[in-house]
């Protein structure tokens, strides 16, 4: 064993033997970097089975290389167990992590995204049972679960793989261009003008008509103080100190408005 010095002698060696001597010096890098091209095939073809899930490839590969680095350091072979045995649940575990903690695009409870796969899975079974896809009943029977349970975790697995608002709608319509995004509302921004319209009309209401002008002046007009003043006759303090009150009077009725 003390002959055996380089990766080139390393290469020759059987796995089992790799890994003894790799239990005695875990700081051998040489050995260490071995093993690990010994074993990369673990990686490709258990990344392969989450292929067109909505992530590339290489990334599912990266997390997956990374697994399998970490089952080569934590590997006992003194246990007896092989080592595929052993580094397949590491390296699914971590991909399935993956999936669950960085690909939803939403943050969806951990009882919706395990759900999400048994109804995969159930989707899967049945539609080779009934030869047609399953209802949501059905699912929820087979699963012994609530309907309800079940169409809540289909539509939370939409944030699983986002759909680009580009995406045409696929109806009926005459407007064949249409995408999803032209049917996504907005905010009809003219309803908070008519509601402010609504708000400062039944205020004014309650102002006298020197208060009535001064707001006009002020804030419709652009007046200043001083001008308004040699409109109606009176001195700008008079204007400014009207004016302080009709806006903290304004204020509160807002504030009050905003409670109901």
């Not at 990369?40 to 258990?46: E, G, H, P, Q, V």
């Not at 204007?239 to 304004?250: D, G, Q």
């Amino acid at each position: 064993m003390d002959q055996v010095a380089t990766g080139k002698n390393y290469e020759d060696m059987d796995v089992k033997e790799l890994f003894k001597i790799f239990s005695e010096d875990k700081s051998n890098v040489a050995l260490r970097n071995v093993l690990i091209e010994k074993h990369l095939y673990l990686a490709k073809i258990l990344s392969r089975k989450y292929m067109n899930k909505g992530v590339d490839y290489e990334d599912i590969y990266q997390v997956a290389s990374l697994a399998l680095i970490y089952a080569i350091d934590r590997y006992d072979i003194s246990r007896g167990f092989e080592f595929s045995s052993f580094a397949t649940p590491t390296i699914v575990g971590e991909i399935k992590k993956y999936f669950r903690d960085k690909v939803w695009t939403m943050r969806v409870p951990r009882r919706i995204q395990e759900l999400s796969k048994k109804i995969s899975n159930a989707k899967l079974h049945l539609e080779q049972e009934y030869k047609k896809s399953p209802t949501p009943s059905e699912i929820a029977d087979h699963l012994g679960v609530t309907e309800e349970e079940v169409l809540e975790a289909m539509e939370a697995s939409y944030g699983y793989q986002p759909i680009s608002l580009d995406t045409p709608s696929n109806d009926d319509s005459e407007d064949k261009d249409m995408t999803l995004g032209d049917r996504v509302g907005v905010e009809e921004k003219n309803f908070v003008d008519i509601e402010l319209k609504d708000f400062m009309s039944r205020f004014m209401e309650n102002l006298n008509d020197l208060e009535v002008n001064i707001v006009k002046g002020r804030f419709f007009e652009n007046k200043t103080q001083s001008a308004i003043a040699n409109d109606l006759g009176i001195s700008q303090m008079t204007v400014s100190r009207l004016e302080k009150k009709i806006i903290e009077r304004l204020k509160k009725e807002y504030a009050k408005g905003m409670e109901v």
